[in-house]
């Protein structure tokens, strides 16, 4: 079995790969910006951090958005932080259109954003948080209900169809922090940064069998 792990030159991508090869030793694991390798890869791993804009403009550059949007429909395929946002239509952050694979928007903060004692939280919510599972997922095998999760992110996802969502937190307000259709699941937090339950989550993700 080969995972791909797109290289669109956005985000530290070596924490990602070292976390799949820890979960997954029998695998061929790797790290590309290839279109052909991503394609034939049977796996596929959409991370990213940065700006919508650039991340878009990159996939666009190195021709990968054909090979992401075949991915999308066709293989076990798990996206992380921007490569959750970039999956639906459209960003708050430069006006950036998505690849529109889901219906939704991602949309920033508010501001100000406040807790429930009126304290002004700080954005960008960076930090482990509590994920409240929303429904059955096989990603989600082996791990509690209200498990902490390393997030970093400004922006966040509202879905237009409530079935997509699997997985919600709260930050001032509650969001949708992770999405299932199909052969797709994506998160907002960072499963390679999440110690034991995040790589219980990566370690799913390989043996997923949508």
């Known amino acids: 079995m080969t995972i791909a792990v797109i290289d669109y030159g956005m985000g530290n ?20 910006s290839d279109p052909a390798a991503v394609a034939a890869a049977e796996r596929v791993v959409f991370p990213g951090q940065g700006a919508m804009p650039d991340c878009v403009a990159e996939l666009e550059r190195r ?7 075949q991915s999308a429909a066709e293989k076990p395929f798990l996206g992380i932080c921007i490569g959750l946002q970039m999956l639906f239509e459209e960003s708050e952050e430069g006006n950036a259109k998505g690849l529109g ?8 903060f ?6 429930a004692q009126q304290e002004k939280l700080k954005v960008p919510h960076m930090g482990w948080n509590q994920v409240r599972q929303q429904g059955r997922h096989p990603l989600w095998a082996g ?12 922006y966040c996802v509202f879905p ?13 307000l509650p969001f949708t922090c992770a999405v299932g ?4 699941f ?11 339950d995040g790589l219980r989550l990566l370690r799913n993700f390989v043996s997923w069998q949508p």
Request: net charge positive.
């Open 13 to 32: 991508l070596r924490s990602v790969l070292q976390a799949l090869r820890k979960v997954a030793p029998e695998k061929e694991t790797r790290v590309t």
């Open 63 to 69: 021709h990968l958005k054909p090979a992401v949007l």
């Open 101 to 108: 694979i889901l219906s939704g928007q991602t949309r920033r």
């Open 110 to 115: 508010p501001a100000p954003l406040l807790n």
């Open 143 to 154: 791990i509690e209900d209200g498990a902490r999760f390393y997030f970093v992110h400004s």
């Open 160 to 172: 237009s169809d409530a079935a997509l969502i699997t997985g919600g937190c709260e930050y001032g």
């Open 181 to 184: 259709r199909a052969n797709i």
């Open 186 to 196: 994506a998160v907002q937090f960072h499963p390679e940064k999440s110690a034991r």
